[in-house]
């Protein structure tokens, strides 16, 4: 008698759903708590730039002694050639990005694509002070003023929301193929039309009645018959 060798599968035991459900819990924590911590960020960093640009370009526009050409800090806290109304334009807008973020912290998830932003401006600005400050300032003033760009721009990158927080609009493309998922259920969809037979829609407004297909989205009447004849 001959016996033929059977190959036997190991199997893997799946894990049990309360495991699964402990994970799902874990991650959603993670998720609320980083949103948080995404909020209060975001609310110090426009503290930070409100705190930064305000009292800096109100002591130049006065031409306070401290940040006058000549002075000490000039040096330091102002580009050569100085130029006060360049720095009143660049003062305006991080000031103006500042009332942003606050505004962006109430809801991040609604203001994901402005976070984006700032990420990359704050790296991109960061990369141009790591070359400018040395040459200009010195060494220790890069660490001041380009670094803490990048610390910026690393925190907001981990902080930011995930893909399936984004309050992202549902295309039309979507909405129809939610419609044709659920099948009878209108309310599941607001973009609801049956996929075979006349529109009623269509129909009730005295129009063409139109048809819908697997390959045709709409057909007139006009269009069969002509196929026809």
Same mark, same amino acid.
């Given at each position: 008698?001959?016996? !033929?060798e059977?190959? &036997?599968?190991p199997t &893997?035991?799946?894990?049990?759903?309360p495991?699964l459900?402990r994970l799902?819990g874990?991650?959603r924590?993670?998720?609320?708590?980083?949103?948080?911590?995404? !909020?209060?960020?975001?609310r110090? &960093?426009?503290?930070?730039y409100?705190?930064?640009?305000i009292?800096?370009?109100?002591?130049?526009?006065?031409?306070?002694?401290?940040?006058?050409?000549?002075?000490t800090f000039?040096?330091?806290?102002?580009?050569?050639?100085?130029n006060?109304d360049y720095?009143a334009?660049?003062?305006?807008i991080?000031?103006v990005w500042?009332?942003?973020?606050?505004?962006?912290?109430e809801?991040?998830?609604?203001?994901?694509? /402005?976070?984006?932003?700032t990420?990359?401006?704050?790296?991109a600005h960061?990369?141009?002070?790591?070359i400018?400050?040395?040459i200009?300032?010195?060494?220790?003033m890069?660490?001041?003023?380009?670094?803490?760009? /990048?610390?910026l721009a690393?925190v907001?990158?981990?902080l930011?929301?995930s893909?399936?927080?984004?309050g992202?609009p549902v295309s039309?493309?979507?909405?129809?193929?939610?419609?044709r998922?659920y099948g009878?259920n209108?309310?599941?969809s607001p &973009?609801?039309r049956?996929? /075979?037979?006349?529109d009623p829609t269509?129909?009730?407004?005295g129009?063409?009645?139109?048809y819908?297909? !697997? !390959?045709?989205?709409?057909v007139?009447?006009?269009a /069969?018959?002509?196929?026809?004849?």
């Open positions: 008698m001959r016996y !033929r059977m190959s &036997v599968t &893997v035991k799946a894990p049990d759903r495991v459900n799902a874990a991650v924590v993670n998720e609320a708590q980083k949103m948080t911590w995404l !909020r209060i960020f975001l110090v &960093v426009s503290l930070g409100l705190a930064a640009f009292p800096w370009i109100t002591l130049i526009l006065l031409d306070a002694p401290v940040l006058s050409p000549g002075s000039a040096p330091l806290l102002r580009f050569q050639p100085y006060a720095e334009m660049l003062a305006a991080n000031i500042a009332l942003m973020l606050w505004r962006a912290s809801d991040p998830a609604k203001h994901s694509m /402005f976070i984006d932003y990420i990359w401006a704050s790296a960061g990369f141009v002070m790591l400018v400050t040395p200009q300032k010195g060494l220790p890069t660490f001041i003023e380009g670094v803490p760009l /990048f610390f690393a907001l990158l981990w930011r929301p893909d399936s927080r984004r992202a039309l493309a979507n909405q129809v193929r939610r419609g998922q009878s209108r309310t599941a &973009v609801h049956p996929r /075979f037979g006349p269509v129909a009730a407004e129009r063409h009645t139109v819908r297909g !697997r !390959r045709f989205s709409r007139s009447v006009q /069969f018959s002509s196929i026809s004849n």
